[in-house]
């Protein structure tokens, strides 16, 4: 896929999506003025909400690339607030607001090849989601994402203790309060439950869904595109191999990122999305590739 020209215009809008229990949010997207053949279905970290990552959509849409950003529930233009009365977990993300979301994204571009990805537990998610659902993608992109199994951490004892303290910090607030802990968004309940479930067991299950997550992750054939930070304490090297470890039959490429390739930005959880490019241009010729 040939880089366009700095002056080709990108499209550029936000898109109303309802799940099916009436949770609203908007679905941001970019996209090249020509025909767009691929799409990447993006999904944010935890807590980031959808417009931070406009910077890595430009860099795909100049490379005729559309992206669509899913919001998070409770974040940014979504019409949810985590509170002691408004709570969820993994399977309304999973079962209402993704399908809607993505559903929206076919509906702008229906002919197109779709790739799921995302960043952190965005990118847990679009995993899961991806082995829930095979046949809807092509192929997986992450950036900075790992699974949060504590033992595949340094100071392994103070990650599992985390583990344990959040979800009582959640129940005892009404929603983690991560604004003010310095970790994620204002996040319910259930979802704190869900991921460290997944911190403390190092496998994948969701309050409410019956689906064997671990084993359709076994069966995954699709390709994967990994890019880790150097310098990123949250998503280790050993992080990111439990995640992919899950996965035995799927191809993968994979990249480690320093700051010299994001034009000296320190590479790390979140500070690469300042300077996306050298990102953006490995996802563009993966997906030019054909993996």
Not at 124 to 145: K, R
Not at 163 to 168: K, L, Q, R
């Amino acid at each position: 896929m040939q880089p366009a020209d700095s002056d080709t215009p990108i499209h550029e809008t936000g898109l109303p999506v309802t799940a099916a229990d009436g949770a609203t949010t908007q679905l941001l997207w970019r996209a090249p003025k020509m025909p767009a053949h691929e799409v990447l279905y993006w999904m944010p970290a935890l807590g980031v909400a959808a417009k931070h990552y406009l910077p890595l959509a430009d860099a795909l849409a100049a490379r005729g690339i559309a992206v669509a950003i899913h919001e998070w529930r409770g974040i940014g233009s979504s019409n949810r607030r985590a509170g002691r009365q408004t709570d969820w977990a993994y399977r309304q993300l999973l079962e209402l607001d993704m399908p809607a979301g993505i559903a929206t994204a076919r509906s702008q571009w229906p002919d197109a090849r779709y790739w799921i990805g995302g960043h952190s537990l965005g990118g847990q998610l679009a995993t899961v989601y991806g082995a829930l659902h095979p046949q809807a993608f092509s192929g997986l992109a992450l950036v900075a994402s790992g699974a949060p199994y504590w033992r595949r951490f340094p100071r392994s004892w103070l990650i599992g203790l985390a583990y344990v303290a959040a979800p009582w910090l959640a129940r005892l607030v009404g929603h983690l309060p991560g604004r003010r802990i310095g970790f994620g968004g204002n996040e319910a309940r259930g979802v704190i439950d869900d991921w460290a479930r997944t911190g403390r067991t190092g496998r994948y299950a969701a309050r409410d869904m019956a689906d064997d997550m671990e084993a359709k992750l076994a069966a995954l054939h699709w390709p994967i595109l990994t890019q880790r930070m150097h310098d990123d304490w949250l998503v280790p090297e050993t992080s990111l191999d439990w995640l992919l470890g899950k996965m035995p039959l799927a191809s993968r490429r994979s990249y480690v990122l320093a700051s010299s390739e994001l034009g000296h930005v320190r590479a790390d959880h979140f500070s690469w999305m300042k300077a996306p490019g050298a990102i953006a241009g490995h996802i563009a010729d993966w997906i030019d590739s054909g993996t």
